[in-house]
C-alpha cells in the first residue's frame, strides 16, 4: 500500500454525493462519509500521471492531464474525455460549465476554449480574439462561474478577468482600479446565495470584489483626485464637477469607466 508519506502534495478536492475525492499528483482518495471509510486509487499504476487538478462537472468528475488532456473518473477507472485529448501539453487548469454538454477550458497560457464532451468539437473562437491573446500572455491559473453567467478568470499578473455568457469582456480588476494589494491571483471564491460578491485571494490579502450591482462606485483610482461638487450623466459619460475643475468619464478596453479632466 501507499503510505501517507507517499501521497504527496493534494491538489484538488471535490464532493459528489455522499463521498469526498482528494487528488494528488499520483493518487485519488476517496473518503465514503456514510461508511467513515478510506479507499483510494493508484494513479500511477493505472499509467497515468501529472495530473494538474479536478473538477466536478454536470456530474462528471473531470482529471486535467499536462500529458493526457482530460480524463473522466468514474469512481474506480480513468477514461480519455471525448474530445480531451486536445488539450494534451496544454495545462488545463480551470474548468467551468457552460451550457448542455459543453464546458469551458482554461489553459495555463494556451487559451480559453469551449469544449462540447459529447460530441468532441472545440471551439477556439468563443472569446474575442484579443483578449484570448491577453488572457493567454497573463497566464489564467484560477476560474469560478458566477451565478449570474459570467465567468471569471484569475491570472498570475494582470488580475482579474470577468467574460459574459458571449464571449466579451464585462470586467478587468487590478490593483489599479480595486483595493488589491498586487495582480498575482492565487484562488477565487463566490457565495452562491450572494452573487454579487467575488472573493479573490493575493499575496498575503484577500479582497471582495462586488459585480452586477445596481450602482457603480467611482474612486481616486477611475481618475477623480479632487473634492467632488456635483455630477451629472449626459449622452453616454458621467461629467463631475470638482474643485479642479471638470471630468468626464469614457470607457477604456477592459470596460471600466475611468475619468479625465477636461
Not at 497560457?109 to 493567454?136: A, C, E, P, Q, W
Request: hydrophobic residues 40%.
Amino acid at each position: 500500500r501507499d503510505s501517507v508519506k507517499t501521497i504527496g502534495t493534494l491538489q484538488s478536492i471535490v464532493v459528489k454525493d455522499s463521498k469526498v475525492y482528494f487528488m494528488s499528483e499520483r493518487l485519488i482518495i476517496i473518503y465514503d462519509i456514510q461508511s467513515d471509510s478510506l479507499s483510494y486509487v493508484n494513479l500511477r499504476k493505472l499509467g497515468f500521471r501529472q495530473f494538474l487538478r479536478m473538477f466536478l462537472i454536470d456530474d462528471k468528475i473531470i482529471l486535467a492531464s499536462n500529458i493526457l488532456g482530460l480524463v473522466e473518473f468514474d469512481g474506480k477507472s480513468l477514461s480519455q474525455l471525448t474530445g480531451g485529448g486536445f488539450f494534451k501539453y496544454k495545462k488545463s487548469i480551470t474548468i467551468l460549465p457552460y451550457d448542455d454538454n459543453r464546458i469551458v477550458v482554461g489553459t495555463l497560457d494556451m487559451g480559453i476554449y469551449i469544449l462540447d464532451h459529447s460530441s468532441g468539437t472545440v471551439d477556439s473562437t468563443f472569446i474575442d480574439r484579443k483578449i484570448f491573446n491577453r488572457l493567454k500572455d497573463s497566464q489564467v491559473y484560477f476560474g469560478v462561474r458566477m451565478n449570474a453567467g459570467e465567468m471569471a478568470f484569475g491570472t498570475y499578473g494582470d488580475g482579474v478577468y470577468v467574460i459574459n455568457h458571449n464571449g466579451s469582456i464585462a470586467g478587468h480588476y487590478t490593483s489599479s482600479n480595486t483595493e488589491m494589494v498586487d495582480n498575482l491571483v492565487s484562488a477565487m471564491y463566490t457565495d452562491p446565495d450572494n452573487p454579487a460578491e467575488l472573493w479573490v485571494s493575493v499575496t498575503a490579502s484577500i479582497s471582495k470584489i462586488y459585480l452586477n450591482l445596481p450602482f457603480t462606485q467611482f474612486s481616486e483610482k477611475s481618475g477623480i483626485n479632487s473634492i467632488v461638487n456635483s455630477f451629472c450623466s449626459f449622452n453616454g459619460s458621467v461629467y463631475v464637477a470638482t474643485d479642479l475643475g471638470l471630468y468626464k468619464s469614457t470607457t477604456d478596453d477592459d470596460g471600466n469607466r475611468v475619468f479625465s479632466q477636461l
